[in-house]
């Protein structure tokens, strides 16, 4: 199966601040998908890109599939967007939906 | 609120229980992803059902089954449950077999 790596694996920032999370994959993928984990454990749907590019207010994501990564950007995070951020997708040949690692985010006051 | 519902929320447990975790999808949505979080694991995929029928699997133990029903819900049978099942078991739901996946609240199991 693919193999899904993000980073940083943990990131803090002062609220206000930008960020950007990367994901690459090891093998072509489609459904690519972000997640955002609270603090409560939910797993919230943030973008389904497969390529291209998408904006939902303060967050945007950028997936080139012929390079085989993704970026997350979250401007002027607010200590609400903390939690951890994952990417995942299938590979084009199966379903086998991968998981990354994580990026945990924590933003300060 | 995703739409997918699971039951119970939290559940307790023996070592070598057996234990069913329930999951009904987004209304419409015909494909039934389970998955585990653990703590050294990460998050992983278990298995796939589409329409009442398997379509994928993945580390899934032997000890463990699930089966989606005419109504579309979905069980997964964890038995002689072991420390190392203590996790968050995930159930996520999709129109078709390849699609955007939403996730339910999540079902926490403790085995004692």
């Known amino acids: 199966g693919i193999q899904v790596e993000q980073s940083p694996p943990d990131l803090i920032l002062q609220e206000g601040a930008n960020s950007t999370l990367r994901c690459n994959f090891s093998?072509?993928?489609?459904?690519l998908q972000w997640f955002h984990q609270n603090p409560w454990g939910q797993l919230i749907n943030l973008f389904y890109?497969?390529?291209g590019t998408k904006q939902n207010g303060r967050l945007s994501a950028t997936t080139v599939a012929t390079e085989r990564y993704s970026l997350l950007y979250i401007s002027s995070s607010q200590t609400t967007d903390s939690g951890v951020y994952f990417c995942?997708?299938?590979?084009?040949?199966?379903?086998?939906?991968?998981f990354g690692a994580g990026t945990r985010l924590t933003v300060k006051p | 609120d995703s739409g997918v519902t699971q039951t119970p929320k939290h559940l307790i447990t023996a070592t070598g229980q057996r234990v069913t975790l329930r999951c009904s999808p987004r209304?419409?949505?015909?494909?039934v992803y389970w998955y585990q979080q653990s703590l050294d694991q990460g998050l992983q995929f278990l298995i796939q059902?589409?329409?009442?029928?398997?379509?994928a699997k993945g580390n899934i133990l032997e000890r463990f089954s699930a089966q989606q029903f005419p109504d579309l819900h979905s069980e997964l049978n964890l038995s002689s449950l072991e420390l190392g099942d203590s996790a968050l078991y995930f159930c996520?739901?999709?129109?078709?077999?390849?699609?955007?996946?939403?996730f339910g609240p999540g079902t926490r199991l403790t085995v004692l």
């Open positions: 996520a739901s999709s129109v078709r077999v390849k699609g955007e996946q939403f």
């Open positions: 093998d072509s993928v489609n459904n």
């Open positions: 890109i497969p390529s």
């Open positions: 995942a997708g299938p590979s084009y040949n199966n379903n086998d939906m991968r």
């Open positions: 209304s419409g949505d015909l494909s």
């Open positions: 059902y589409y329409n009442g029928e398997e379509r």
